[in-house]
């Protein structure tokens, strides 16, 4: 289990691996009143079960009706934005970093962070969610069941900045090596943005792979450092999650875990204290001369 901070403070885990960087983005942006952020269906579901009767309020965050059971909201809502967070009504724009989860019957609900109270966009776990219980007891006890834990939610904190869809966790994204971007952070491609659909697709990106992107979108491209448009070097793939977390793997300078589950390989993020380096933690590194190595040992 990953350690817990206080709330309102930046979380540190993992907070300079580029699978985590987020970039600028405004959880109050308001760039759109259109409702196209929509994302890939989570595997994590199978439609049936007990559904909320009043879905149409779970998913707007309005009032209940009763007889809303099983409707998709079709319209964009009347106000400036086209979705809100269930819980604090503020509204979510096209690259507004925030949460989601689905229901058995395919709605979805929406939260930001604000409502755990927690800054930038971090993982959550269940402890994140008694918060906001606490504090939205009323609409946190119309939820369904399935979204009252934190593996009901997946986090949308980046979008790709060719296609402007997300990437939520647990989808396979490529990110730039260098903080390259003009608001300081780093690139990032969604695989389905170059053809890559299926998890059996996804591979390091090619330069075909690159040719497909700048004729799909060249404009997004013609704003791109030309280093990144000609070296596929210069791109790194992320297609490892944290089992538990959500979180993405950098296998090229994170810590994790790999153990095996069902045939299949699954894996876990090792958060890191704030105060010890990874070879501080593991001791990697020999004892300095003259230091008491059994003492040392003693202090662990």
Known sequence: RRPREGVM???????DSPSEM???????????????????????????GNALASVADVTA?????????????AQP???????????????????????????LTGNTVLM???????????????????????????????????????SGWRRISKYCH?????VPDGVPFFHS???????????????GAVGMTRLMDVEPLGRDALAVLQTDFPTSC???????????????????????????????????????LGGSEIYMLAFLSPSLSPEELYRLRPPADGADAGGARGQQ
């Open 61 to 73: 965050g309005g009032s209940s009706t009763g007889n809303g059971s099983g409707k998709l909201i």
């Open 177 to 191: 090596r260098r903080r390259c971007h003009p608001g300081g952070g780093y690139y990032f491609l969604l695989c």
């Open 9 to 15: 403070s930046p979380r540190h885990s993992q907070v």
């Open 77 to 103: 809502l009347a106000s400036g934005f086209a979705k809100r967070c269930y819980f604090t009504k503020a509204g979510i724009g096209r690259t507004t970093q925030h949460y989601e989860g689905l229901t």
């Open 162 to 166: 060719f296609s402007g869809r997300p």
């Open 112 to 150: 930001l962070a604000g409502a755990m109270r927690l800054k930038g966009c971090p993982t959550i776990c269940d402890e994140d969610l008694r918060r906001v219980e606490g504090t939205y007891p009323n609409q946190f006890s119309r939820l369904p069941d399935e979204l009252l834990l934190s």
């Open 22 to 48: 987020t970039g600028g983005y405004s959880e109050f942006d308001d760039e759109t009143t259109q409702n196209d952020t929509v994302t890939e269906a989570s595997t994590s579901y199978t439609p049936g």
């Open 222 to 260: 013609e704003r791109c450092p030309e280093f990144l448009m000609g070296d596929p070097g210069e791109w790194t793939l992320v297609n490892k999650f944290c089992f538990f977390s959500g979180g993405p793997i950098n296998t090229d300078e994170d810590v994790f875990y790999r153990a095996e």
